[in-house]
């Protein structure tokens, strides 16, 4: 990846680059690299080959600014099967993110016949004609699948990294995933006059990490009261699917 990376590191503290801002504040970071940095703390501190990331809940109670970040993990259980792990996020002496993360270990399926929602049949990234638009200043790369314009309708695409998380180290597909998780929030709540609520959360369950650079979204759910909302997107990559992404969100205008 050539485009600048969303973060330096001098190994305590995390430095935002300006391709860090969020679609409600220039001068505040989007929730995406929150849950990345967090991400990339439990795995690099607590990842281990035999253990999956199966849930990963983030917690986005303040819209942080560009000062440096600080960093800090857990366990919380450390046994034979389970492993749970909280981050914290602060910055100015001020929490500005939390997670926690429950790791499974791997084994074996049982020997047995349980349904499963099949695989979504769509047209693969490659068969879609790449987009000129750059989603907040190139954060992404986006390849819309069918209603991209009709909020009325359930919505499909394809989404790919382009940027490094930390400056000088590769994304694994842990942070893949866990970047775009965020994505849930716009896609599925967004409506014909554009995105009004703002998440305050993100819940990302994966029965595997994904092996292809594209995440799809699949628009499952949204429901909204009172100013309150709750969406849901079904995640997959090129080979089928991986999980998925839910949040809770407010209403929200931009400052």
């Known amino acids: 990846m050539k485009n600048e990376s969303f973060f330096r590191t001098d190994g305590s503290n995390y430095y935002p680059n300006p391709v860090c801002a969020g679609p409600w504040d220039p001068k505040s970071l989007h929730g995406r690299v929150i849950a990345g940095l967090l991400s990339y703390e439990i795995e690099s501190k607590h990842g281990d080959l035999d253990f999956h990331p199966a849930r990963l809940t983030v ?91 009709d909020s009325s309708q359930q919505r499909c695409l394809w989404m790919r990294e382009v940027r490094q998380l930390i400056e000088g180290q590769e994304l694994t597909p842990w942070q893949r995933v866990a970047l775009a998780a965020d994505f849930a929030s716009p896609f599925a709540n967004s409506g014909e006059k554009g995105l009004a609520f703002i998440n305050t959360d993100i819940t990302l369950y994966t029965h595997r990490l994904p092996t292809t650079p ?26 089928g699917p991986i999980g998925s992404s839910s949040v809770t969100a407010l209403a929200q205008t931009k400052a």
């Open 59 to 149: 917690d986005l109670y303040r819209q942080p600014n560009f000062s440096p970040i600080q960093v800090a993990s857990q366990k919380i259980r450390d046994g034979r099967r389970i492993r749970v792990v909280d981050a914290e996020l602060t910055s100015e002496g001020k929490s500005i993110g939390r997670a926690t993360c429950q790791l499974l270990k791997c084994t074996r399926n049982p020997e047995d016949s349980i349904w499963q929602r099949p695989n979504w049949s769509v047209p693969s990234p490659q068969e879609i004609e790449s987009e000129s638009l750059n989603p907040l200043g190139g954060m992404w790369e986006i390849r819309h699948i069918k209603n991209r314009n």
């Open 214 to 239: 594209w995440i799809g979204f699949e628009v499952m759910n949204h429901q909204s009261d009172k100013g309150i909302a709750i969406a849901e997107c079904y995640l997959y990559d090129e080979l």
